[in-house]
């Protein structure tokens, strides 16, 4: 475990990183449904807090290992060993979700004991990973050493966190400050990005095969979940409702993986490896983004099956809000690592917005609900419009710029 190359040719995600991010999507999904229920039963604020910090979670555990694997992957059977082990971390942390998500619902507390389980059995064995990187590379032995000795600083806190009674302002304070900790653990340990031998190609890869089990998991199998709009088993009382949900749900999953896909995130990272800490974390938005347009689908599920509180303008927003921080998200990314703000995607968002705010608005205005289902469905279609209508070309010669530049 001396540290892989970083300009390692053909670097791609093993069989072993991929099963990692199957079980991820579990978590995922629970978070997701969770969110849909608490916010048809009226609880939307509560919702959205459980929401923004199990999915916030979630995204740390899977960053955390995911770094480490692209620079010290040697899989070998004690690496084997060591990750599966991780693995049935993240499934005692998913089983902790919907507990978590019920004491947010009731009130009183917030009861995050099985989820901090969850991750001191994912942790352990990441400790052991960075131990036997210290011990068999010099090189990045102090780096591998600090990188526990914070990781194990933070843990205790969640420790504490789950497991001494405090008040909610007081849970809230020290819940903020722990997630500073758990951005800062890189930075403490190795300065940012370029502490490791992180493959860029890899990581990009990585990337994406996370938000497209994402995009699986909350939005196809969101639909999945809401069979009582097509009649059940029999699939007899489809009505013009029910199939705009399923069209916008399969339009925006089409879309949205377009959109991503149009972003040559893996020639960013190589040509601009310093802003390796800015896309890792930065994705935490996006992946939250997906997972809360999922579970915007489910809302419009529930409320079309009459199982939701919700007004039919308040269901739109729920997926419309989503969707734009996605593309929001998506351009803040592309922009940051080309280091330059790009008038175009300023011009795509407007009109983007536009759509998405007609959306809500024709949904206020007791317009049918499939109006605004199709119009959001539209949203990540301008971007791909422009793209494929010679954005592109744009994009080759600023990566042409960039290339010559670094």
């Known amino acids: 475990m001396r540290g892989r190359d970083p300009h390692e040719e053909g670097r791609v995600a093993t069989p072993l990183e991929l099963l990692f991010d199957l079980i991820f ?15 048809a039963s009226g609880h939307l604020g509560k919702g959205v807090a459980a929401f923004l910090f199990a999915m916030f979670a979630v995204c740390i555990a899977w960053i955390n290992f995911t770094w480490f694997a692209s620079a010290f992957d040697t899989d070998d059977w004690l690496y084997r060993v060591l990750t599966m082990l991780t693995m049935v971390g993240v499934v005692v942390f998913a089983l902790g979700l919907r507990p978590m998500f019920h004491s947010v619902e009731e009130g009183h507390h ?15 064995p990441l400790a052991v990973h960075w131990w036997r990187a210290a011990q068999q590379s010099q090189r990045f032995r102090t780096v591998a050493l600090r990188n526990i000795r914070w990781m194990l600083v933070v843990q205790i806190g969640w420790v504490i966190f789950a497991f001494v009674p405090m008040s909610l302002p007081v849970t809230v304070v020290i819940g903020g400050c722990l997630g500073v900790g758990e951005l800062l653990i890189p930075v403490l340990a190795q300065g940012g990005a370029n502490g490791t031998p992180w493959h860029p190609e890899h990581i990009a890869e990585r990337y994406s095969a996370l938000a497209i089990i994402t995009l699986g998991e909350g939005i196809v199998g969101t639909i999945a979940s809401s069979q009582g709009l097509l009649g059940g088993a029999s699939g007899d009382t489809w009505s013009g409702n029910a199939i705009a949900v399923v069209i916008a749900g399969i339009g925006l999953t089409f879309g949205m993986w377009w959109v991503y896909f149009m972003m040559p995130f893996g020639s960013f990272l190589q040509h601009r490896p310093t802003y390796g800490y800015l896309f890792g974390y930065g994705h935490i938005v996006v992946f939250m983004a997906i997972a809360g347009t999922g579970a915007g689908l489910h809302i419009l599920g529930l409320f079309l099956e009459g199982e939701s509180q919700l007004s039919e303008a308040g269901a739109v927003t729920l997926l419309a809000v989503p969707v734009a921080v996605y593309l929001a998200g998506i351009y803040l990314l592309h922009d940051v690592l080309m280091d330059r703000l790009d008038k175009v995607h300023l011009v795509n968002l407007t009109v983007t917005a536009v759509l998405l705010v007609a959306a809500v608005a024709l949904a206020g205005g007791g317009a049918p609900i499939w109006i605004s289902l199709l119009l959001t469905m539209c949203a990540p279609f301008v971007t791909v419009v422009a793209y494929e209508g010679g954005v592109h070309r744009r994009q080759e010669e600023q990566l042409r710029r960039l290339a010559e530049h670094s």
């Open 25 to 39: 999507a579990v978590a995922v999904g629970t978070c997701a449904a969770s969110f849909a229920e608490m916010a």
């Open 110 to 124: 917030v009861d995050t004991k099985l989820m901090v389980i969850g991750y001191v059995v994912m942790r352990v």
